[in-house]
């Protein structure tokens, strides 16, 4: 069993860790027992690379932020590319176990395949909107007790309402396109499940298209001519470019909500000049959200930035470089608990995550509970707009239409 050398190995670390964390005694900086390993598994090649290298230098900005801030402390991070395939990441969390890591990150496709074998070996992992599909069944008295969630508003109630209210401002009429992946497919169902529930008034019609496709034309068609003025739309990466490509093909130009990942620089240069103003996208944390253009973020979001773009080797920053912040926080909620809990054994940080304690991050405010595992609330939240830059790492805010 993975869990009888990891706390084996543990208790050695504890008393090491407590000093390396507090930076107590000598020069702890040059301690190897004071170094915390966290697991990357995800897609560093392959169509979901982009936002596998986004989320991979997250936890490296993570590691940055932890060391700068905290002498004596290390972070180490372990890679695993899962080329895409979601069952690879079976092996791939089987091996770092063995590396005796103290949490795992994943990406969103990689995440709800996991699951069992995370309650096998016992380490607490987080991801971004991978959490949406098995919602349900996670927390300690539930089946999946390791999953956390670290993405602002990727998953759940809080991740769909901003875009219903902003599509119901156009009309009682609203159209909503998804691809075949988990996420996307659970995020639409959800959509339904809260039109129907509290958003009466509205006309609802759906399409659905393979992941795979690289033309949604006629499903665009048949939403255009329900005479729908707004459009939801569950896809990101490539899918979403299929999407924004067909618009352009079909010539219409409806307000249209959807997620973090229209903010690409790929995707956004697709979006059809009538829709510029009227596209938005997120939910993302208001940390990175101004009313002013070219405002710049402060504090610990303004240091993610900084050594975001410093791993990547960059100077501008986009909106999908916010993915890096949910990864990045996962470093410090981790390093944190640990510090709390005087040891990096992954059980007793998985209980002080879920100890109803605050943590801080570039996102904002975390509280998690036994079942509570998205820590963001829907009031740290907001849209913005994709086709402006943002500039400095704070993007533009998409204010909700007036009802006419």
Not at 149 to 163: D, M, N, Q, W
Not at 269 to 292: C, N, R
Not at 336 to 342: F, I, Q, T, V
Not at 356 to 366: I, L, M, R, S, V
Request: proline share 6%.
């Amino acid at each position: 069993m993975f869990t009888t050398a990891k706390r084996l190995a543990a208790v050695g670390l504890a008393g090491i860790l407590t000093c390396g964390l507090t930076a107590c005694g000598g020069d702890s900086a040059e301690s190897d027992g004071s170094t915390i390993k966290i697991g990357f598994v995800g897609s560093l090649t392959g169509p979901l690379a982009p936002s596998g290298k986004v989320s991979l230098a997250g936890l490296q900005a993570g590691a940055k932020y932890v060391e700068e801030h905290y002498p004596g402390s290390k972070v180490e991070i372990l890679q695993r590319d899962t080329k895409g395939e979601p069952t690879a990441a079976v092996a791939a969390t089987r091996a770092l176990a063995q590396e005796d890591v103290t949490a795992l990150y994943y990406t969103t496709e990689a995440f709800a395949p996991v699951q069992d074998v995370l309650n096998q070996v016992e380490v607490p992992a987080s991801t971004a909107g991978g959490i949406g599909p098995i919602i349900d069944d996670v927390g300690d008295s539930k089946r999946y007790k390791y999953a956390f969630s670290t993405g602002a508003g990727t998953s759940g109630e809080a991740s769909v309402i901003p875009l219903l209210d902003y599509a119901a401002a156009a009309g009682t009429k609203v159209s909503m396109l998804d691809d075949s992946s988990a996420f996307n497919t659970s995020q639409a169902e959800l959509t339904a499940t809260i039109a129907a529930e509290q958003y009466p008034q509205l006309e609802l019609t759906r399409q659905s298209f393979p992941s795979t496709a690289s033309d949604v034309t006629a499903q665009l068609n048949k939403l255009r001519d329900t005479g729908s003025p707004s459009i939801i739309v569950w896809a990101y990466g490539s899918p979403l470019v299929a999407v924004m490509s067909s618009l352009n093909k079909v010539g219409w130009s409806p307000q249209m909500s959807g997620v973090l990942g229209m903010g690409d620089p790929a995707t956004a240069e697709l979006i059809p000049a009538a829709m510029k103003d009227t596209v938005a996208a997120g939910p993302m944390a208001k940390t990175f959200v101004s009313s002013q253009p070219g405002a710049a973020p402060s504090g610990i979001t303004a240091e993610f930035v900084k050594n975001f773009l410093e791993v990547q080797g960059k100077t501008e920053f986009n909106a999908l470089d916010t993915v890096g912040a949910i990864s990045f926080d996962w470093v410090l909620l981790v390093h944190e608990a640990a510090s709390k809990a005087g040891s990096g054994d992954p059980n007793t940080v998985k209980e002080q995550l879920v100890s109803g304690d605050p943590y801080e991050g570039a996102n904002g405010t975390y509280t998690f509970g036994p079942d509570q595992r998205i820590g963001i609330d829907a009031d740290q939240l907001a849209t913005f707009l994709p086709a402006q830059p943002c500039t400095n790492g704070t993007c533009v805010s998409a204010a909700v239409p007036a009802t006419s």
